[in-house]
C-alpha cells in the first residue's frame, strides 16, 4: 500500500540515474524516498518519466555535466525553495541555493586517495568538490566503514556529520530470471563486472588469467561486462595487454548491457573475480552471490566489510595468487558450491529496503532541524 505523502519538500540530483552504481544507488533508494515525500528530481525529462515511480513527480531539466563550471554555475537558479537538496554524489553546489539545508552522498574518495589516476588540474578540482561538499552540507551519507574512516583522512569532514548506509542489492531480481539472453556469451566463463578504470585493477585479472594453463583457458573465457569505452580515465594499458598476448580469443567484451540482461550473465558464470584496488562499497560482489556465484575478490579496501566469510580474497597486488586461486576454484567443484550458500545468506542481509528506510529517517531528521530548529 502506498504511503501517504507527506508536505516536506526534498530536490533530488537525479542526472546520474543511468550511471552505472550511482544509478543503481538511485534507482533502488528514489522510489521509496518517493512515497515519503514531495519529490522534485533535476535531471533528463525523457529518462526520468521513463521511470513508472516518477510519474506524479516534478522534474526540472537540468542535463548540464557533472563536474562542470556551468553546473555550479547554474545550482542556484535550478534548485528550487525547498527543505533539503539532496546531491547524491560529491558534485554539491558550492554557491547558495534556495535548500534550506543540504544532503550529499559520498562513495568514496578515490578521486583523492589515487592521486595519480587523474591530472593535477583534476586533483585540485576535485578536492576542491569533496571539501566544499563537506563543509556546506549538513550531513554526508556514506556507504561503508572504511568510507567513512576515508573521509575523516582525506576531508576536514566531522564525525558526527557522517552517517553509514550500507547498499542494498534486490535478491528476487538476481536469484530468479526468467527472460531469455538475447545475445550469446560462452558456454562456461570466469566473469567480472565493472569499468576499465585503473583503480578497477583489471590488468591484473588479465595476467592471472594469461598464465592459467591452456586447457583452462580453452575451457573457461574471461567474460568482461560494462563499457569499454567512454570513461575520463580508462586504463589504456588493458588493451595494449591483450593483443600483446593474444588474448582476444579468450576474451569476451559484452559492452553495454541493458539492466534486465544483467542478471542472466551473472548467473550463468561459473566464477566471479573483483580484483579492485579501491572500493566505497563494491556492490558488484552483493550481486554475484545474490545470482549464486562463487566469489573471489581483492582484499583490499572495503571489500571484506561487505563480503564478509562468504567470499574468498587475494592480494590485488598479486597475480600469481589470483591464477592459483582461479584454479582451485575451476577445478573443485565442491569449493564453489560452499561459497555459494555462504554467498545468498551474506547478500540477504544487505537490502534496498532497510537503506530506503534508513535515508528517510536521515531526511526526516534533518529537516525537522531546519524547520523546528532541533538539535
Known amino acids: 500500500m502506498k504511503k501517504q505523502i507527506r508536505k516536506e519538500d526534498l530536490v533530488v540530483d537525479a542526472r546520474m540515474i543511468n550511471s552505472s552504481g550511482i544509478g543503481t544507488y538511485l534507482k533502488n533508494i528514489l522510489p521509496i524516498i518517493s512515497e515519503n515525500f514531495n519529490l522534485t528530481l533535476l535531471g533528463d525529462l525523457k529518462e526520468l518519466a521513463s521511470f513508472e515511480w516518477t510519474k506524479g513527480l516534478k522534474i526540472i531539466e537540468f542535463n548540464l555535466k557533472i563536474y562542470s563550471l556551468k553546473e555550479q554555475l547554474l545550482y542556484p537558479f535550478i534548485i528550487p525553495k525547498t527543505d533539503l537538496f539532496w546531491c547524491p554524489h560529491f558534485n554539491a553546489p558550492f554557491l547558495p541555493t534556495r535548500a534550506r539545508k543540504m544532503l550529499t552522498t559520498i562513495y568514496d574518495v578515490n578521486h583523492l586517495a589515487n592521486k595519480e589516476s587523474s591530472s593535477f588540474a583534476k586533483w585540485i578540482y576535485a ?13 554526508i551519507i556514506t556507504i561503508s566503514k572504511f568510507s ?17 548506509v550500507y547498499c542494498g542489492v534486490d535478491f528476487a ?62 586504463d589504456l594499458e588493458i588493451f595494449k595487454f591483450i593483443e600483446e598476448h593474444s588474448l582476444m580469443k579468450y576474451i569476451f567484451f559484452t ?9 542472466l550473465i551473472y548467473q550463468k558464470a561459473s566464477l566471479f573475480v573483483f580484483p579492485s584496488l579501491y572500493e566505497g562499497f563494491g556492490l558488484p560482489v552483493l550481486e554475484a552471490m545474490a545470482s549464486g556465484v562463487p566469489v573471489l575478490t581483492s582484499n583490499a579496501t572495503s571489500l571484506s566489510e561487505v563480503g564478509g566469510e562468504a567470499a574468498m580474497y587475494f592480494d590485488p597486488t598479486n597475480f600469481n595468487e589470483l591464477s592459483v586461486k582461479i584454479q582451485e576454484f575451476v577445478l573443485n567443484q565442491e569449493l ?14 544487505f537490502s534496498w529496503e532497510t537503506a530506503g ?6 531526511i526526516d531528521d534533518l529537516i525537522n532541524e531546519s524547520t523546528y530548529g532541533a538539535a
Not at 576542491?128 to 561538499?133: D, P, Q, T, V
Not at 559492452?255 to 542478471?263: K, R, S
Not at 528506510?357 to 536521515?362: A, G
Request: charge should be positive; avoid cysteine; hydrophobic fraction near 35%.
Open 336 to 349: 564453489g558450491k560452499m561459497y555459494v550458500r555462504k554467498g545468498k545468506l551474506q547478500a540477504k542481509r
Open 255 to 263: 559492452g553495454y548491457v541493458e539492466d534486465y540482461e544483467v542478471p
Open 148 to 164: 567513512k574512516a576515508e573521509l575523516l583522512k582525506y576531508t576536514n569532514a566531522k564525525t558526527k556529520k557522517i552517517k553509514i
Open 357 to 362: 528506510k534508513r535515508h528517510i529517517e536521515i
Open 173 to 234: 531480481k538476481f536469484a530468479n530470471v526468467y527472460q531469455n539472453l538475447e545475445y550469446e556469451v560462452p558456454e562456461k566463463y570466469i566473469l567480472y563486472v565493472g569499468n576499465i578504470k585503473p583503480h578497477k585493477n583489471l590488468l591484473t585479472l588479465l595476467r592471472a588469467y594469461k598464465i592459467l594453463p591452456e586447457n583452462i583457458k580453452q575451457t573457461y573465457k574471461l567474460v568482461i561486462l560494462g563499457k569499454k569505452e567512454g570513461f575520463i580515465t580508462p
Open 127 to 139: 578536492k576542491l568538490l569533496y571539501a566544499l561538499a563537506v563543509r556546506k552540507s549538513e550531513k
